[in-house]
């Protein structure tokens, strides 16, 4: 159906990152969460991987770069491009792979100039980078200043940006430096050592959902948490409500996750969470001095 829109139906998003067989992170987290919000998803591999490489070493399954980058243009020319509306970037598997993420973006903006890029630059965490130097630089320096909207982790904004983020002014200031006009920085620090935030930063506002800390969590939530986040915008949510809702549902994920045991996220079992999560939580405004109440 060429560049047709079925009445109703929400338009598609992208979305460019690892594969699982067991688990869920990468394109299992996200692609399920979208799909559940009623998105069709173009699901894109990077890697396959059996399992999470924190469960221990696996093979690496890695497209070669020219297999690769002919399967993104062939993205690029299909006749179904209009159909979407956002492209989704994480975990790359090569550093090649940045730039046939950018011109597929590219192509996307000549085609729909409001569609939206949204960059999880899935590169490591406090323990360090998990990617190599070379993938990282390329996600800072190739994808960073193309999207729209960017979902850092602590560490990832301090490695992308050369800042500390070790307090919450500090974040923001250092998220502000980061390229993208919004950035959603993920278990930033609060005032209280026991509690996390995810911290959404723009030029003039900045707002902030604190949540309980969750120790021993599964892998996920940073990938779930961009397409949360992604998925309400689009579905019309203010920035505040979909901060707010996407944070309620992955601590509400969390928490069913622990009680069970689980060394995964269980999206399957618990997809209302995903819907129509029962967690309050409020994305309040932080004063920063060029902050202003949203």
């Not at 992170?25 to 490489?53: C, D, K, M, Q, Y």
């Not at 923001?172 to 993208?180: H, K, L, M, T, Y």
Request: hydrophobic share 45%; proline share 6%.
């Amino acid at each position: 159906m060429q560049d047709q829109e079925l009445k109703g139906a929400k338009r598609a998003v992208i979305v460019v990152s690892s594969h699982v067989a067991r688990g869920t992170v990468g394109n299992r987290a996200a692609v399920f969460a979208l799909e559940s919000l009623g998105f069709p998803v173009w699901a894109v591999p990077t890697i396959l991987l059996p399992w999470h490489p924190g469960h221990g070493p696996a093979t690496r399954i890695v497209p070669e770069a020219e297999t690769f980058a002919s399967f993104m243009h062939d993205l690029e020319n299909a006749p179904w491009l209009g159909e979407v509306q956002a492209v989704l970037s994480g975990y790359l598997g090569h550093a090649s792979q940045a730039d046939a993420v950018a011109s597929l973006v590219n192509k996307l903006r000549q085609r729909n100039p409001d569609a939206l890029y949204v960059c999880d630059p899935v590169l490591g965490d406090r323990q360090g980078l998990y990617v190599p130097e070379a993938t990282a630089a390329a996600m800072r320096d190739r994808l960073m200043p193309l999207a729209d909207i960017a979902t850092p982790n602590r560490f990832e904004l301090e490695w992308l940006t050369g800042r500390n983020a070790g307090t919450t002014q500090a974040a923001i200031a250092a998220a502000r430096v980061a390229g993208p006009d919004c950035v959603l920085v993920t278990s930033a620090p609060t005032e209280n050592e026991a509690r996390q935030a995810n911290l959404l930063v723009t030029g003039k506002d900045a707002l902030r959902a604190e949540h309980e800390t969750v120790a021993n969590a599964p892998n996920g939530t940073g990938d779930l948490t961009a397409a949360l986040y992604l998925a309400r915008l689009l579905s019309g949510e203010k920035p505040a409500e979909a901060l707010a809702l996407a944070t309620g549902s992955v601590i509400e994920l969390l928490g069913k996750a622990a009680a069970r045991g689980a060394d995964e996220l269980m999206l399957e079992t618990d997809r209302s969470s995903l819907t129509q999560p029962l967690v309050p939580i409020n994305a309040s405004a932080v004063d920063d001095g060029a902050s202003h109440a949203a």
